[in-house]
């Protein structure tokens, strides 16, 4: 079955590029095709369907590529679903949400499915709810997810309730990496940080130098850049970003946290591309990370 979906998915390197909102468009998706693994563009917590229409159009006509959406961002974006749904992806992902209804949308129109789980009982409820693929995705990963365990005893315990093919996320960071996975039985890898710096990345310039200055232990799990925009996150599920002047100042803070205040210092500094005051997302694989890469150059390192 493993090597069915892979086939059917055109993968020649069992490498898969997480869905990054604001990071991962339609030029990483497509580059990651092309050098043999599989592309997803991501839509996160700003996603639009102009946005998703913006990135498809960059992908090549006839290049395979996924998209990738948070559940209450597609739900409150009806139309953005649509495009996804209208855009015939290689494969579709819908993560951090309990309701599987997307499934049968994308089934009927022939796409195949997958979601992030963050334990046994997430991947039992996704494989009941027929998604294709399941992604073990575990606390030291990047971006947003519910930390409850790390990733590899998170794999192993998903492959023990689900025959599906099961990819492994968090902190993937080279060849090695994924040798370890697929031997406890991971399908392929589900990689978002380790092409960040890419060529091809949306990545801003600041998010780059604060990037590739960090390590692992400048990570932290933090809800305060949610908090401060009025994001709809579920309380369990943080964001793993690097740490900076804005979560010092922000996320220890006794409640009631100041919305206002906190969301004019943080859209100022969006504004102004400043890392040391926005949101960075980044796992703790960050120190692995080298700039000037392409994504072509990262699945070449990341190829068992
Ligand atoms: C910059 C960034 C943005 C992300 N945005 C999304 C997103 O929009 N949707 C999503 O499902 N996951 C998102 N994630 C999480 C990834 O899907 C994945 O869980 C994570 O990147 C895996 O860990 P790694 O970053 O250590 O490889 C994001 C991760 C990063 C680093």
Redesign the pocket.
Known sequence: MQDDWKAQLGLRVPVVN??????AGGRLAAAVSAAGGLGMI???SSGTAEALQRELALVPAGARVGI???DWVARGNPEMFDVAIDARPALL?V??GSDFDWVARARAAGIPTVT?VADVAEARVAHDAGVDVLVA?GL??????RPLSSRDELLVSVLSVTDRPVLA????SDAEDVRRVRALGAAAV?????F?LTTEALTTPGARQALLAATGSDTVLTRVFDRALGYSWPPDIPERVLANRFTARWHDQPPPFDEELAGAELRAAITRDDPAEQSV?????VGHLRDGLSAADVVAMLTP
């Open positions: 997480a869905p990054m909102g604001g990071a991501g839509m996160g990738g959406m948070v992902s993560s951090f992030q995705r030291e990963g990047g971006g947003h997810g996320a968090g902190a993937i589900w990689v978002g940080t380790a960040l997302n980044a796992g703790v694989g």
